[in-house]
């Protein structure tokens, strides 16, 4: 509903499931030139958060700390304006797609 436009970022408690989901169907380190996270396990949610945060200096006021909250809103919010393009195309579309 987020990526759709239906359901307002603002409004989400927990957006980083959102920014995982589209981390599944989109290739986001390589389309936000994300530095790899420290750990070998690959990248998860929070680590594209993490990095995008730093990447774009978002700190939290009382710590410094990388804002990732503010980080999944700001990509999530390109998905939403069409600058991350993801196009999910029907069941079967490949197979049908030469008839």
Known sequence: KVLA???PISQLQEPYSAVGYLASRLPLPPLLNLRPPSAAAGWTAWDICEAWAEKRGYKT????????YRAANS???LAAE???RLCL???GYAAQKGE
């Open 89 to 91: 195309r029907p069941p």
């Open 61 to 68: 006021a009382k710590a410094a700390r990388n804002d990732v």
């Open 75 to 77: 990509i999530l919010r």
């Open 82 to 84: 069409g600058r991350l």
């Open 5 to 7: 436009g239906v359901y």
